[in-house]
C-alpha cells in the first residue's frame, strides 16, 4: 500500500482527504499542526488517518499535497525540501502558482513537483467545514514543470478523475496567475466591494440568488486572500481597472437615459456570455 | 371552485402556475398570447389548464397575477382595467413596483390590487425553463395599497407559503425600488461588465463557484432588463457610483502593496458580510 500524505487539513486538504479515500493503492494520511483538526479528522473519518506528526507523515509519503496557505507552502518546501522521500511526488492545492512553482525550485533532484490548483472551495474554512463533494464538476489545473514523470503527470489526471472534477487542465504559473487574477481573484474584490456599500444591512430581506451569488464570498479567509492579492498585484490591479472603465461605460449609459442604446449595449454584453457558455451553479436556493 | 389566473405564463408566471397547483379552491388558468406557449403549457401540466383567450381568463376570475414584463402590465392594466370581476384581487410579479403601482391607481373601485414581487429567477427565459420548486426559499416582497382587503392580503401570505417562499415582506413601492437598484439591477451590471472584459474567451476552463455565480445572470432578457434599469434610474445610478467609488478604493489600497492595511480593509468587507449574515446559495457544482 503506498502512502498518499496532505499536509494541512483545512477546507480543502481536509476536503481533499476525504474526497481522495480508496483512490487506488493509496492510504489517505493528513497532517496538521492543530491538535484539534487532526482529532477531528480522526474522529470524523477525514481520509484514513490523521497525525500531528508532519515529519513522519512526510518522509516516507509517496505522494504529499501541501494544503496551506500560499506563504506556508513556500516556507514549508524550504524547511522540508530535504525530508521528502526520493523519487516521491509533491504537489499542492493553492491560488497562485508561480510563487510556489518558484519554491519548488528548491527540492533536490529526485524529488517531483506538479502544482496544482483545484477550481472549487466555499466562503467557510476549517476541516470542520470540509466535504468530500466539493471537486465535483470543478477545473483542476495543474501546473507541470520540465522533468515531471509521466507516471506522476499521470497520477493528477487520475486524481482529477476520482475526485470528481470535470477536467484537468495543464497550464503554466504565469498564464495561470493571470487569468485566476480575472476569474478569481477580482470576484472577491467584487464581493468585498459591494459589502462596502452603506445600505448593506438596510437591504436584508430584499436580496435574490443574485445578490447572495455575488456575494458569497465577501465572507472569505482574509489572511489567506491578502496573501493570494499580494501574490497577483500587477494582473489584479489590470483586471480591476478594465471592470471599473466596464462599470463606468454603463454608469454614462445609464446617465444618457436612451433605452434603445442602453438595449443595444446590454444585449452585446449578454451575448458574451452566451457564447462562453459557462455551465451556472446550481443557485436556486 | 375559484379560479386564479395567470397572464403571461413565461418564466415566472409560468413557474407560478405550476407552484400554485392545488393552492386552495383555486382551478390555475394560465394565459398567453403565444400559441406555442399556451400549447407547452397544457401538454406539461403547467397550471390546470391554458388559454390564449385572455379576456376570457380574466373576466371570471377571482385572482388575476399579471406576469409580462413592467411596460406589458403597465398597458394591460389601461386596456383591461373595465374587464375585470368586481371584488377580484390583481397582482403580479415584476421586479419594479412604483411604475406599477402607478398604473394600477386606474382600476375601477372594487377590483383590488396588491404588488407583487417573488425574489426568484433564473438567467433563462419562457414558459419551457419554468419549474415549481422556483420560489423555495425565497423573498415574497408585497406592496400592499390603501383599502386592500384583509382577505386578499392574507391571501397574498398564504400563496407565498404555499410556494414555499422563506417569507412575506410587506414594502413601498419606493423603498421596494430604491433596495432592488442595490440588490438586483446592480448585479446585472456588474455580471454584464464582467463579461465586456477582452479576456472572457481565453478565461474558460479556469473559472471556479465564484465566477460563475457572479456572471451568471449576465445571459439576461435584454428587453426586460432593459425596462428594469430604465424605469429605476436615480437608485440604480446611485448604487453604481458607490459600487465603483468602493472598487477604486480597493485598487488604491492594492496599488498601495502594503499588506498590513490591505488585510485590514478586507477584514472589515468580510465582517460586514458575515454579520449581515445572508444565506448562500448552493454553489457546489
Known amino acids: 500500500m503506498r502512502k498518499f500524505a496532505i499536509v494541512g487539513i483545512g477546507l480543502i486538504g481536509g476536503s481533499m482527504a476525504i474526497a481522495l479515500k480508496g483512490f487506488k493503492d493509496f492510504k489517505i ?62 504537489t499542492d492545492v493553492c491560488g497562485v502558482k508561480e510563487a510556489i512553482m518558484n519554491a519548488a525550485e528548491c527540492l533536490p533532484e529526485g524529488v517531483d513537483f506538479i502544482g496544482c490548483h483545484p477550481m472549487a472551495g466555499t466562503e467557510f474554512s476549517g476541516v470542520q467545514n470540509a466535504f468530500g463533494d466539493m471537486f465535483k464538476a470543478s477545473h483542476l489545473l495543474i501546473t507541470p514543470r520540465e522533468g515531471n514523470t509521466e507516471e506522476h503527470l499521470t497520477l493528477m489526471e487520475e486524481l482529477g478523475e476520482y475526485i470528481g472534477c470535470r477536467d484537468v487542465v495543464r497550464t503554466d504559473p504565469r498564464e495561470h496567475d493571470r487569468l485566476l487574477a480575472y476569474t478569481s481573484q477580482m470576484m472577491h474584490i467584487i464581493a468585498l466591494s459591494i459589502c ?11 436580496e435574490g440568488t443574485s445578490f447572495r451569488g455575488a456575494t458569497r464570498v465577501a465572507a472569505l479567509d ?64
Request: glycine share 8%.
Open 29 to 90: 494520511v493528513g497532517a496538521d499542526i492543530s491538535a484539534e483538526s487532526v482529532e477531528y479528522a480522526n474522529a470524523h473519518g477525514v481520509g484514513d488517518e490523521a497525525t500531528t506528526d508532519i515529519c513522519a507523515a512526510i518522509k516516507d509519503a509517496d505522494v504529499v499535497m501541501l494544503g496551506m496557505d500560499p506563504q506556508g507552502i513556500v516556507d514549508f518546501l524550504h524547511e522540508h525540501k530535504d525530508d521528502f522521500k526520493p523519487g516521491c511526488l509533491v
Open 196 to 206: 462596502d456599500d452603506d445600505e448593506l444591512f438596510i437591504c436584508k430581506g430584499y
Open 222 to 285: 482574509v489572511p489567506l486572500w491578502t496573501q493570494l492579492f499580494s501574490l497577483n498585484l500587477p494582473a489584479l490591479t489590470e483586471f480591476l481597472d478594465n471592470l471599473i472603465e466596464n462599470l463606468t461605460s454603463y454608469r454614462e449609459e445609464l446617465g444618457k437615459g436612451d433605452p434603445v442604446t442602453l438595449a443595444s449595449k446590454i444585449a452585446k454584453s449578454a451575448d458574451r456570455k452566451r457564447a462562453v457558455d459557462l455551465p451556472g451553479p446550481d443557485l436556486l436556493h
